[in-house]
């Protein structure tokens, strides 16, 4: 399949994770990206459990008129984004810092953002959760506790720029009944299983 790796969370069962992987061993900061709903946060924490390396959700990284803006209903436009990728981008840095490197969960739903977040920031793979419309709807309407209201999904999708041949991202289709182990697993195949340089 073309474009970016492209992994189905049933054949990759069974892979053994960070442990004994030299790959997956060194410094790395995977970035969970997708749409509103898709599962970043949920998978990113799993995700930063198997590899033992710290998680942080990039919506704690929002300046406090972001959240107002969504909140109310309001797409974010790229202005509004620009200082929330530099602070993730900041937190990354940190990690990379440690040598340790660490999971984060933001939505890099254009190329820009993407390019943004990983120019000068090899240890950076992007894990784009790929989930139908149906799916992301029903996600979002049933969760609670959440800042992001329904009517803004069909804005996720207006802006999302799907990672291109040449992006260091490992694609995950998502469908309704896929668990969030088998997205880890995916993830963390796709990342052992180009030796890295993943595209
Ligand atoms: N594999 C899954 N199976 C069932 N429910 C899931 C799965 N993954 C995520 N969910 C649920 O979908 C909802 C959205 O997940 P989550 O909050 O992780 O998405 P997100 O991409 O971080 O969203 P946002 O960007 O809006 O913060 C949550 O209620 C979560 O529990
Ligand atoms: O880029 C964006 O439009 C926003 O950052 C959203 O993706 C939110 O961070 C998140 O989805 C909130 O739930």
Request: glycine fraction near 12%.
């Amino acid at each position: 399949m073309s474009g970016p790796s492209s992994l189905r969370p049933a054949a990759a069962a069974g892979v053994d994770p960070a442990g004994s992987d030299p790959v997956l061993a060194r410094s790395r900061v995977v970035i969970l990206a997708g749409v509103s709903g898709s599962g970043k946060s949920v998978v990113g924490a799993a995700l930063a459990g198997t590899l033992g390396l710290p998680f942080a959700d990039g919506d704690a990284f929002h300046p406090p008129r972001n959240v107002a803006k969504m909140s109310a209903g309001q797409p974010l436009t790229d202005t509004d984004r620009w200082p929330w990728l530099d602070a993730i981008g900041t937190l990354i840095d940190q990690w990379r810092a440690t040598g340790q490197g660490g999971v984060v969960a933001c939505s890099a739903l254009r190329r820009v953002y993407r390019d943004r977040l990983s120019a000068g920031r090899p240890e950076v793979v992007f894990a784009f959760l790929d989930v139908p419309w149906a799916v992301l709807v029903h996600r979002v309407a049933n969760r609670t506790g959440h800042f992001m209201p329904t009517s803004l999904l069909a804005s996720q999708l207006a802006a999302l720029e799907p990672p291109h041949v040449g992006e260091p991202t490992v694609r995950v289709l998502v469908g309704e009944r896929t668990t969030v182990q088998e997205q880890v697993t995916a993830i963390v195949t796709g990342i052992a299983g180009t030796g890295g340089a993943v595209v």
